[in-house]
């Protein structure tokens, strides 16, 4: 069966400055990954060089007739000393997207994926109170800098994973502190963060369309699990969601689901953890630390990806249904979605069994604009390290050449007929 996009749906492809570029030196992840107890696998070092093969990476991606590349710009080369610019590196993303535009593709821009400069990391990251304040002054120098080149931006990258990751110690990122005092401020930080970029984008820019690309997971739970899914959600999504109100469009980047079913004795034990301050400040990071299954650690019976995730293509479709009940009548783009694997014919179903279920959701009236798959080239994993292969193109690190993958080619004609085949 052929199953038609609506006309003018966005396909592209993503990445993020620091898992591409190589040699993020001025970075927090850069001096995260060379300390002494990194939990990092192992450094990003020249990454995959994209910084200086950009172009050649821009015209594979042309070839194989992917229209949109959403990447992103890194604010620590950008502002590598505090309120000091390099225009280097700003002439640099400008070359970048125009030779996106040159190569008739569209560039979609995420301005903080992940990184922060090593000076603003030193101060604790989100947790310095002027973060906010100084994401929103190197926003509106990219956007001033970019001009009429952008017609698309992403403001903060999954603010639900900075704030999980760095701050409650769950999955191995900068800062790496634990208490739940650090990561609720984290998120208070990165709602602000959220809603002065957008003002600034708007500001520079009121023609570009502009929105936070959200993490989200499809959950399920039985009653004793419920009190824990709804808390997840509150931390990792609708605290997010309350200030995107105002965003041009919803990204929804997903790649599993999460069952929460403890057994039944459990209840009241979770009920009184919810409701008790001091347990809930002690023992919820400690669990979480527990729990947080990354890594390729395989749960009994279920189908899982390399990432140790549920293998669970549709979820994609259950959080977009999500989002547009949050958002009535809001424009959502499908920011993120993907599979860590080694066998590529995997990744070929994955992405066309997500598509169908996404298809069903545009019959339904959900206004989904676009596609763009993570990622399009194998890549740094982040804690994880190299050994992830998330990309739709392989690249051999030793000779950084890079070799299509047939995912690659799927993709490529399903963006060029706007349909998927089932
Ligand atoms: C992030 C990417 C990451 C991907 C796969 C998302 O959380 O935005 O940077 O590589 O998931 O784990």
Same mark, same amino acid.
């Given at each position: ?165 760095? #701050? ?33 984008? /708007? ?37 997010? +969601? ?87 009548? /809001? ?39 676009? #596609? ?17 292969? +998330? ?32």
């Amino acid at each position: 069966m052929r199953l038609e996009f609506p006309p003018g749906f966005m396909w592209g492809t993503a990445t993020a400055a620091h898992q591409v570029e190589g040699n993020n030196r001025s970075s927090d992840w850069w001096a995260w990954e060379h300390h002494p107890k990194t939990p990092v696998a192992e450094p990003s070092g020249d990454a995959i060089d994209q910084l200086n093969r950009y172009e050649d990476d821009i015209a594979l991606l042309a070839g194989l007739g992917i229209p949109v590349y959403r990447f992103s710009t890194e604010w620590a080369r950008i502002e590598p000393t505090e309120g000091e610019f390099d225009q280097s590196a700003l002439d640099h993303y400008r070359r970048v997207t125009e030779t996106v535009s040159e190569a008739g593709m569209t560039p979609m821009v995420t301005l903080n994926h992940f990184t922060l400069p090593v000076w603003l990391g030193a101060r604790g990251g989100w947790l310095s109170p002027d973060a906010p304040e100084l994401l929103a002054r190197y926003c509106s120098r990219v956007v001033e800098e970019l001009g009429d080149l952008v017609d698309w931006y992403c403001t903060i990258n999954e603010p639900g994973v900075v704030a999980f990751g760095g #701050y409650v110690g769950a999955i191995g990122f900068p800062p790496g502190t634990t208490t739940m005092t650090e990561w609720d401020q984290a998120i208070e930080g990165l709602r602000r963060g959220l809603a002065l970029s957008r003002e600034a984008v /708007k500001q520079s820019r009121p023609e570009a369309k502009v929105g936070a690309t959200h993490a989200m997971i499809e959950y399920e739970s039985n009653d004793a699990g419920r009190p824990i899914m709804e808390f997840f959600r509150s931390q990792m999504e609708d605290r997010f +969601f309350a200030v995107s109100g105002d965003d041009d469009f919803i990204g929804v980047q997903t790649y599993t689901r999460q069952t929460i079913a403890p057994p039944s004795w459990t209840a009241p034990i979770v009920k009184a953890l919810a409701g008790n301050g001091a347990l809930r400040k002690h023992a919820l990071p400690r669990l979480i630390r527990n729990q947080a299954n990354l890594g390729g650690e395989q749960k009994k019976g279920v189908r899982t990806t390399d990432m140790g995730y549920e293998y669970r293509p549709e979820a994609i479709a259950a959080t977009v249904r999500r989002a547009a009940e949050v958002f009535p009548g /809001k424009d959502i783009i499908v920011t993120e979605h993907g599979i860590a694997t080694t066998n590529d014919e995997e990744r070929v179903e994955f992405m066309r069994d997500g598509l169908a279920a996404l298809h069903a959701v545009i019959a339904d009236g959900v206004p989904l604009r676009g #596609y763009t798959h993570w990622s399009a080239f194998d890549n740094f994993e982040w804690a994880l390290g190299y050994r992830m292969q +998330f990309g739709l193109i392989g690249v051999d690190r030793e000779t950084q050449e890079r070799t299509p993958k047939p995912s690659a080619e799927f993709l490529g004609r399903v963006a060029q007929e706007n349909a998927v085949e089932v």
